[in-house]
């Protein structure tokens, strides 16, 4: 796959975005003579619909598509991404009165709307898409790097776990630091104990693919980031065994860390002025001899005790001694993102990320950096009062409390618990489309990296967006 935008010195057919109410001036005006055409066609304007107009001798004159009303642009993201499904191959430039907001939204989703993942279809070829020449005023460096970010977060979760265990991922990791000159390197097996990452030993030790701990480097000055993904590559839920129907996804229990280097790659890529820092702890939770076991109590990196009152709770456990290294040596801002409990699927279902923070300032750059990235977030509340929930008298922390209520809540209240120094932000993403939307085949999808790529400079004082 190619994400490259049309040669703009090349000839371009026109592509005449029309809203609902701008119809009738587009047919009295610009689209005139095709007015009877596009009248007979039944065509509406409504958003992504999308006629080829006819020229003379039969040659292609251009294509109209809708743009709908306000409220079906504030219901469907990427609207205009449809149109890549029906235009043939070949130079277009977009033509109406679009903001730069909007234009840079239609860039952006006409490039994913390219997405395929098509490793275990070798035979099968790929259509010519239509290009689109980027639009004035449009970063096109910047829309690029977000989407081929974007294209390494798909692919990892896309991928079967018999293809993508701790090992594998870590070769990932290890591709994107080649790529940009990064550094890298990997606690793997037992030496995680005596590394001191005794929690992502334990959730990992039962499989036969060594679990590990994925520390890449990258930048030499500037303020500095941590960025902390979950990389549980495939989760059973250990002794405390998932249904089928659970296990179904759970190829995507990486996409916390898939995140992280889809991110990674468009800071890299972009050359933001920063250190970027990022921690993967890397395991497969499964049954066997040596399983972790329920009501075990472990000790972690940090030096807090945790009952273990649910094996599948253990995302969690391994992102404490990531969290706890990271703290170890400050960074300015400190992410985490997993893909974590399904109660934050319950509170607001598979298309928002859910994030808590602290800190207002972080929080409202997120906030602007979600609208500026077509990327919609939601702040959570670390709740205080639900601080007693997570201390079950027997250790200093419980994985998984029989509370009933806020489960999201009372895992990020967890993990805050390992976090000292930096301001930080925990994201409990779904990491996965449930059905195709435009520009967002079904499978999986990154949330909340075009967010935090335009909050950092901020955040961070990059100067610039």
Same mark, same amino acid.
């Given at each position: 796959? %190619?994400?490259?935008? /049309?040669?703009?010195?090349?000839?371009?057919?026109?592509?005449?975005?029309?809203?609902?109410?701008?119809?009738?001036?587009?047919?009295?005006?610009?689209?005139?003579?095709?007015?009877?055409?596009?009248? #007979?066609?039944?065509?509406?304007?409504?958003?992504?619909?999308?006629?080829?107009?006819?020229?003379?001798?039969?040659?292609?004159?251009?294509?109209?598509?809708?743009?709908?009303?306000?409220?079906?642009?504030?219901?469907?993201?990427? /609207?205009?991404?449809?149109?890549? *499904?029906?235009?043939?191959?070949?130079?277009?430039?977009?033509?109406?009165?679009?903001?730069?907001?909007?234009?840079?939204?239609?860039?952006?989703?006409?490039?994913?709307?390219?997405?395929?993942?098509?490793?275990?279809?070798?035979?099968?070829?790929?259509?010519?898409?239509?290009?689109?020449?980027?639009?004035?005023?449009?970063?096109?460096?910047?829309?690029? !790097?977000?989407?081929?970010?974007?294209?390494?977060?798909?692919?990892?979760?896309?991928?079967?776990? &018999?293809?993508?265990?701790?090992?594998?991922?870590?070769?990932?990791?290890?591709?994107?630091?080649?790529?940009?000159?990064?550094?890298?390197?990997?606690?793997?097996?037992?030496?995680?104990?005596?590394?001191?990452?005794?929690?992502?030993?334990?959730?990992?030790?039962?499989?036969?693919?060594?679990?590990?701990?994925?520390?890449?480097?990258?930048? &030499?000055?500037?303020?500095?980031?941590?960025?902390?993904?979950?990389?549980?590559?495939?989760?059973?839920?250990?002794?405390?065994?998932?249904?089928?129907?659970?296990?179904?996804?759970?190829?995507?229990?990486?996409?916390?860390?898939?995140?992280?280097?889809?991110?990674?790659?468009? +800071?890299?890529?972009?050359?933001?002025?920063?250190?970027?820092?990022?921690? +993967?702890?890397?395991?497969?939770?499964?049954?066997?001899?040596?399983?972790?076991?329920?009501?075990?109590?472990?000790?972690?990196?940090?030096?807090?005790?945790?009952?273990?009152?649910?094996?599948?709770?253990?995302?969690?456990?391994?992102? !404490?001694?990531?969290?706890?290294? #990271?703290?170890?040596?400050?960074?300015?801002?400190?992410?985490?993102? !997993?893909?974590?409990?399904?109660?934050?699927?319950?509170?607001?279902?598979?298309?928002?990320?859910?994030?808590?923070?602290?800190?207002?300032?972080?929080?409202?750059?997120?906030?602007?950096?979600?609208?500026?990235?077509?990327?919609?977030?939601?702040?959570?509340?670390?709740?205080?009062?639900?601080?007693?929930?997570?201390?079950?008298?027997?250790?200093?922390?419980?994985?998984?409390?029989?509370? /009933?209520?806020?489960? %999201?809540?009372?895992?990020?209240?967890?993990?805050?618990?390992?976090?000292?120094?930096?301001?930080?932000?925990?994201?409990?993403?779904?990491?996965?489309?449930? %059905?195709? &939307?435009?520009?967002?085949?079904?499978?999986?999808?990154? &949330?909340? !990296?075009?967010?935090?790529?335009? *909050?950092?400079? /901020?955040?961070?004082?990059?100067?610039?967006?």
């Amino acid at each position: 796959m %190619s994400f490259t935008f /049309g040669d703009p010195s090349a000839p371009a057919l026109p592509l005449h975005v029309v809203t609902s109410d701008g119809l009738a001036d587009f047919l009295a005006t610009d689209g005139a003579a095709w007015d009877a055409w596009l009248t #007979a066609s039944g065509f509406k304007a409504d958003l992504g619909e999308t006629r080829l107009l006819p020229g003379n001798n039969g040659a292609l004159a251009g294509a109209v598509v809708g743009y709908g009303t306000a409220k079906a642009r504030r219901r469907q993201r990427f /609207g205009l991404a449809k149109a890549v *499904a029906v235009l043939p191959p070949g130079n277009w430039r977009l033509s109406g009165a679009l903001t730069e907001p909007e234009a840079t939204e239609a860039a952006v989703g006409w490039l994913l709307a390219g997405y395929r993942f098509d490793r275990y279809r070798p035979g099968r070829k790929s259509a010519d898409l239509p290009r689109l020449v980027c639009p004035e005023g449009v970063d096109p460096r910047r829309l690029i !790097a977000m989407v081929e970010g974007e294209v390494v977060t798909r692919d990892l979760i896309n991928t079967p776990a &018999q293809d993508m265990g701790p090992a594998e991922l870590e070769a990932a990791a290890q591709d994107l630091a080649q790529q940009f000159g990064a550094t890298i390197t990997a606690t793997v097996g037992d030496d995680l104990l005596s590394a001191n990452f005794p929690m992502v030993h334990a959730v990992g030790r039962a499989s036969p693919r060594a679990p590990r701990l994925i520390d890449l480097t990258w930048g &030499q000055s500037g303020p500095r980031l941590t960025l902390v993904g979950k990389g549980v590559c495939f989760d059973t839920g250990g002794l405390n065994l998932k249904p089928s129907t659970g296990m179904n996804l759970m190829k995507k229990d990486m996409g916390g860390a898939a995140t992280v280097l889809g991110l990674a790659r468009m +800071i890299m890529a972009l050359g933001l002025p920063l250190r970027l820092r990022v921690l +993967i702890p890397a395991v497969e939770n499964v049954v066997s001899g040596n399983a972790l076991k329920p009501k075990d109590i472990l000790t972690s990196r940090k030096g807090l005790t945790i009952e273990v009152n649910d094996t599948d709770a253990e995302g969690r456990l391994v992102l !404490a001694d990531a969290l706890a290294l #990271a703290c170890e040596d400050p960074p300015d801002l400190l992410v985490s993102m !997993a893909t974590l409990t399904g109660a934050a699927r319950v509170a607001v279902g598979p298309d928002l990320a859910p994030y808590y923070c602290d800190d207002p300032d972080v929080a409202a750059a997120l906030e602007t950096g979600a609208m500026l990235g077509f990327d919609p977030v939601w702040r959570m509340p670390f709740h205080d009062p639900y601080e007693a929930v997570i201390e079950p008298g027997i250790a200093d922390l419980d994985n998984a409390p029989g509370f /009933g209520f806020a489960g %999201s809540i009372t895992a990020a209240l967890f993990l805050r618990r390992f976090v000292e120094g930096p301001r930080y932000v925990h994201f409990d993403i779904y990491g996965h489309t449930p %059905s195709d &939307q435009p520009a967002r085949p079904k499978g999986g999808v990154g &949330q909340g !990296a075009r967010a935090l790529l335009h *909050a950092l400079p /901020g955040v961070l004082g990059l100067g610039g967006r």
